[in-house]
Structures are given as C-alpha cells and as structure tokens.
C-alpha cells in the first residue's frame, strides 16, 4: 500500500506533553527565584501545586511524582539561601520530605483522575465485545480522516461487512458461541489492516472498514484477506461462518459519511444476492490510481 496518511493526534499529544514539562520546569523554577526573593516569612509554597497539577494532568503519575520531588528541593534550595533558619538540621529533612508528600499526593490524585476520564472516554468509545470502535466513535473518527482526505486530494475506501450465517450461529450453538465468533472477526480485521484504517463493529454482526488513502487495488487486497481468513477460519466448525463486504473506492471524497455507508452498504447486498462470502468492491469518482 502506499503511505499512510499520518494521523495528527500522537503528534498533537507528544507536543502538548513536551509543553506541559518544559513549562512545569519554568513554573517551578521561577517560583522557587520568587520563594528566595520574597524571604523567609512569606509562605508562597502552595503555587508549586500549580506546575504539579499540570504535569500530573499531562504525564500521569510519573509527571506527578517528578514535579513533586523538583518542587520540595526548590522549596528546600530557595529557603536556605534565603536564610531560613531551624533548630537543627533534621528539621531540613523533616520539613522536605513532609512537603514533597503532599505536593506528591495531590499530584497523585489529579494523575488518577485524569486516568479514570480517560478509562471511561474509552469505554465510550469501544464496543465492549470486540474492543472495535462503536459507531459514535468511528463517525467521530472519521470525521477527522475524510476532511484530510479531502484537502489532500487522495482516495478513502469504505467497506461494509456483514456475517453470512451468524444467526444459525446463535440460534444453535449460543450466544457465548457468537460472541466468539464476533471476537474472532474483530482480531482478523485488525490483522488485516493498517494502525491507521478504521474498523468498528457498527452493531449486531455489521461491521464497517474505513482506509484512508487506499486506492481499488490496495483496499480490495486487504478487504479481500478479511473475508478469505474469515472463511478459512470457520470452515472446519459445525456452522461456517463467512462474509459479504460491499465496499467503494472514493477518488473524490464525499461530504457526507452516511452517503458513503449507503454506498457500501448497497453493494454489500449486491454481494449476498450473488451467493454470499464474497467482496463487491467498486470505484466512484474517477479511475483509480
């Protein structure tokens, strides 16, 4: 296949990761310059929380736990050269080790919270049987893909898979069979893909592919894989299970995903009304590349 169009958002996190060190770093420095320079009697320990919160937020708990431990020695280093003085050296110890608790504790806490939205965005985000995308997510998803596409003038192809047989599946061997099964389905559209297609389990036994930047021959190589190891692997079972994938090339990208799906969908149709366990796959908007 031809390269891959690049997806934008592992740039766009490393970038906002490496923004929220480098400006913790310089928050802490310069609250640590302003704890010397405002001397030993004003207590302006709680803005390290600030740069904490913002490397807990971005780098989890190792961002928590590195902003705690810089904060407590630029607490520790600021108040001696301002002069603070204690009864005796342990207090130095003492007084550190209890501040870099807490500033640690609190970037803990943040770091789980983060950790948690993100769990549940997931979750949301995720069909619970196959881990594929639901169909919010993949709408969402390729809402970002198509308008690059676009831009860039290269192809998108869009499949759509249903299951021939899936419900003398259910019907006769379970559900937990079924499930199996749909499990089984989602594994070997990920082999047969690339990181940056999209495939999602639109619900029931429906499937949907999306390959950015795939033109007839490359998409129908890995539409045609699915639907070969599918057959391969449930040709030996009680009940063989195969797919029909209706599938279209878009030279010139489409404005709107749901036409794209009644396109595919269509000539997935097409493919059970020709004997089922088959790939329909067409071109529209031009000849492809």
């Known amino acids: 296949m031809s390269q891959p169009l690049a997806p934008a958002h592992p740039a766009r996190r490393r970038m906002r990761l490496l923004a929220a060190w480098v ?40 961002g928590a736990v590195v902003g705690a431990a810089l904060s407590a020695l630029a607490w520790e280093e600021s108040n001696v050269l301002a002069g ?51 169909r919010r997510a993949f709408y969402e998803e390729a809402a970002l893909v198509l308008p690059l596409c676009r831009r860039k003038g290269r192809p998108v192809t869009l499949a759509y898979m249903d299951l021939d047989n899936f419900k003398v599946v259910n019907d006769t061997l379970g559900h937990q069979a079924g499930d199996d099964l749909l499990r089984r389905v989602a594994g070997l559209m990920r082999a047969s893909t690339r990181p940056s297609d999209l495939c999602s389990r639109l619900g029931g036994d429906e499937f949907a592919v999306l390959l950015p930047d795939a033109d007839l021959r490359e998409a129908g190589v890995a539409l045609e894989r699915i639907r070969s190891l599918l057959a391969e692997t449930t040709a030996g079972g009680r009940r063989p299970v195969t797919g029909s994938i ?43 590349g």
């Open 84 to 134: 603070l003085q204690f009864s005796y050296e342990g207090m130095w110890v003492a007084n550190t080790v209890f501040l870099g608790l807490s500033f640690a504790t609190v970037g803990y806490l943040i770091a789980s919270l983060r950790a948690g939205m993100v769990r549940e965005r997931g979750l949301s985000r995720t069909d619970p049987l196959t881990g594929l995308l639901n």
């Open 23 to 62: 400006a913790s770093v310089v928050a802490i420095a310069v609250i640590g310059w302003v704890d010397f320079a405002s001397g030993t009697e004003l207590r302006i320990f709680p803005l390290y929380y600030l740069p904490i919160s913002l490397l807990a937020w971005h780098a989890g708990r190792t």
């Open 246 to 288: 209706g599938a279209v090339t878009f030279i010139t990208v489409p404005e709107s995903l749901q036409s794209m799906l009644l396109e595919a969908d269509a000539r997935m149709y097409a493919a059970k009304r020709e004997g089922k366990n088959r790939l329909r796959h067409e071109v529209q908007g031009g000849a492809a």
